[in-house]
Antibody
Framework: QVQLTESGPGLVHPSETLSLTCTVS????????VYWVRQPSGKGLEWMGR???????SYNSALKSRLSISRDTSKNQVFLKMNSLQTDDTGTYYC????????????WGQGVMVTVSS | IMLTQSPATLSVTPGESISLSCRAS??????LHWYQQKPNESPRVLIK???QSISGIPSRFSGSGSGTDFTLNINRVEPEDFSVYYC?????????FGSGTKLEIK
């Protein structure tokens, strides 16, 4: 079955770089796109960026200068790196799958909580 | 595109039928999707493209609307339905979400 699992550090210091990994199973990264969505603590949802099935990437302009998404198809992994973290980047980070031809999120990972604090 | 959800909180009794609203700042055709998020869980999609059902989602959930005004209907709310509901648009980039409606027990 389709699964997405996020992993990464729970604590990041201000101004440092966040590195997260999304490991997928049950589908191929060359067949489906993976999107990153975050949720600041107690708040709503924000689309961050995406790794398309063909290897292209695109980013939310609000985060573009700080964000990078890459992948390793041999390991079924998608990576997120975001630099210059601040306290308002604290929250839960999800990787999600988007169905072919669609732009809604049909499968979500369990999320990883990231706290930005000194 | 901004999505405005109302009300922010809705208090209801199980068994009531309700409607949640999502209004877009410009026309988005039917490129609007609804999600449910229970505490400490990931969101799950309920309705795609304004009114299309999702496999495995109970039939008491339905959606309607086009253009700028959309509605999520829950026919006879069940105890497990008390959670937060979000809408999301896919008409233009960046993809955006509404701020959510919390459905709570009266």
């Amino acid at each position: 079955q389709v699964q997405l699992t996020e992993s990464g550090p729970g604590l990041v210091h201000p101004s440092e770089t966040l590195s997260l990994t999304c490991t997928v199973s049950g589908f191929s990264l060359t067949g489906y796109s993976v999107y990153w969505v975050r949720q600041p603590s107690g708040k709503g949802l924000e689309w961050m960026g995406r790794m398309r099935y063909n290897g292209d990437t695109s980013y939310n302009s609000a985060l573009k200068s700080r964000l990078s998404i890459s992948r390793d198809t041999s390991k079924n992994q998608v990576f997120l790196k975001m630099n210059s973290l601040q306290t308002d980047d604290t929250g839960t980070y999800y990787c999600t799958r988007v169905p072919r031809g669609g732009y809604y999120f049909d499968y979500w990972g369990q999320g990883v909580m990231v706290t930005v604090s000194s | 595109i901004m999505l405005t959800q109302s009300p922010a909180t809705l208090s209801v009794t199980p068994g009531e039928s309700i409607s949640l609203s999502c209004r877009a700042s410009q026309s988005i055709s039917t490129n609007l999707h609804w999600y449910q998020q229970k505490p400490n869980e990931s969101p799950r999609v309920l309705i795609k493209y304004a009114s299309q059902s999702i496999s495995g989602i109970p039939s008491r959930f339905s959606g309607s609307g086009s253009g700028t005004d959309f509605t999520l209907n829950i026919n006879r709310v069940e105890p497990e339905d008390f959670s937060v509901y979000y809408c999301q648009q896919s008409n233009s980039w960046p993809l955006t979400f509404g701020s959510g409606t919390k459905l709570e027990i009266k």
